[in-house]
């Protein structure tokens, strides 16, 4: 439902834009750019608001370029750091420390994402994060899912796997956190995976989801476990027999909705977007339908106009 009604009203800029009296011909600045696609939003305060929200994410993201530091990324990037020294002593019989689970924001989820990554790093960072939420977004059928997250956070600390170090993990809440989900377009109960580089590099991320049917079984921390292992080697799902739609899917970076590389993260979009639809799952479906209809009637009436003129003989009309 959310993502139908976000294609729909996906649209209607461009439907805007394509019946603009000039196309946009030098090349302009995001900002701008971002700023001139709010402007043309007329009659409608309500994007005043959003201005604010979108300027104070570009200065977050300004921001992210010399992270302070969160108390969640210090806390995790020391207890990495005391886990790799762990693991360099070659003391097999020694537990490791659980690994800390950072709570993500809508204010802070880049720079504590991006705490752990240091500068000139040619290996990438991973997170696993878990998407969950409470009576509002799940049902209430998230709490074994955050259970076996918790108690995952032990097992995936203690797996021999040397890579497991540049592992890190996180936990977003979409009853706490409704606009943030709406910003990532994450459904509670799915695991995301994400692989962070040095500032510009594209981030990749996978995503998949849980059963949380409650016929299915209910999820473990071996759940999670695997989930982790099934990224970096597929055939742990096969053995796992997990099917095919409940694997990791590959978010694609090129589309819009992408957290970092989409269209609208580039643009500065993606938190006044989110506001958008946020307000608009408040919407009853019929009137979205009477919007839309309304809106794609005026657009293509004002495009007609001018051919129906009387007298217009028809063939000047194809230039
Ligand atoms: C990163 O690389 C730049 C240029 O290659 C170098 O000047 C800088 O000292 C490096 N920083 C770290 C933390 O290694
Ligand atoms: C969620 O719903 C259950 C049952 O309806 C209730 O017992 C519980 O207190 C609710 N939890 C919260 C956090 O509201
Ligand atoms: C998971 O752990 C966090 C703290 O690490 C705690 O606040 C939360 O209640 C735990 N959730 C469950 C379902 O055990
Ligand atoms: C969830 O699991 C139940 C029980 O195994 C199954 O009947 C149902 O089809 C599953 N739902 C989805 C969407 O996979």
Not at 167 to 193: E, K, T, Y
Not at 277 to 306: C, D, H, K, Q
């Amino acid at each position: 439902m959310r993502l139908s009604k976000a294609a729909t009203f996906l649209a209607l800029p461009l439907l805007a834009a394509a019946t603009g009296a000039d196309a946009q011909t030098k090349p302009v600045q995001p900002q701008a750019a971002a700023q001139a696609v709010i402007a043309s939003q007329r009659g409608a305060g309500a994007f005043t608001q959003y201005m604010a929200k979108f300027q104070s994410f570009l200065s977050n993201i300004v921001g992210a370029q010399n992270p302070l530091g969160g108390a969640d990324g210090d806390s995790s990037s020391s207890s990495s750091s005391s886990s790799a020294k762990a693991a360099g002593a070659g003391k097999k019989k020694v537990m490791a420390e659980p690994k800390p689970i950072a709570t993500l924001t809508l204010e802070g989820w880049r720079d504590a994402l991006y705490a752990p990554v240091k500068e000139n790093a040619t290996v990438a960072e991973e997170w696993l994060v878990l998407v969950s939420g409470g009576n509002k977004t799940c049902y209430g059928r998230c709490t074994a899912l955050d259970t076996a997250f918790n108690v995952s956070a032990l097992d995936l600390a203690n797996l021999p796997s040397p890579s497991v170090r540049h592992l890190h993990l996180g936990r977003l809440d979409c009853d706490a956190q409704p606009i943030l989900c709406n910003v990532w377009s994450a459904n509670p109960g799915s695991l995301w995976s994400l692989s962070l580089l040095p500032a510009p590099a594209p981030v990749e991320i996978h995503t998949r989801s849980f059963n949380l049917s409650l016929a299915a079984p209910t999820p473990t921390a071996q759940d999670i476990v695997t989930a982790y292992l099934a990224r970096a080697d597929p055939e742990v799902d096969e053995k796992a027999e997990i099917p095919t739609r409940r694997r990791w899917h590959r978010f694609e970076n090129e589309g819009w909705l992408h957290p970092f590389d989409g269209k609208l993260a580039k643009l500065g979009l993606s938190v006044p977007v989110a506001y958008f639809f946020y307000g608009l799952n408040a919407v009853p479906t019929w009137v979205l339908m009477l919007v839309v209809s309304f809106v794609s009637r005026t657009l293509i009436n004002r495009r007609l106009a001018p051919s129906t003129q009387p007298g217009a003989p028809a063939s000047s009309r194809r230039s």
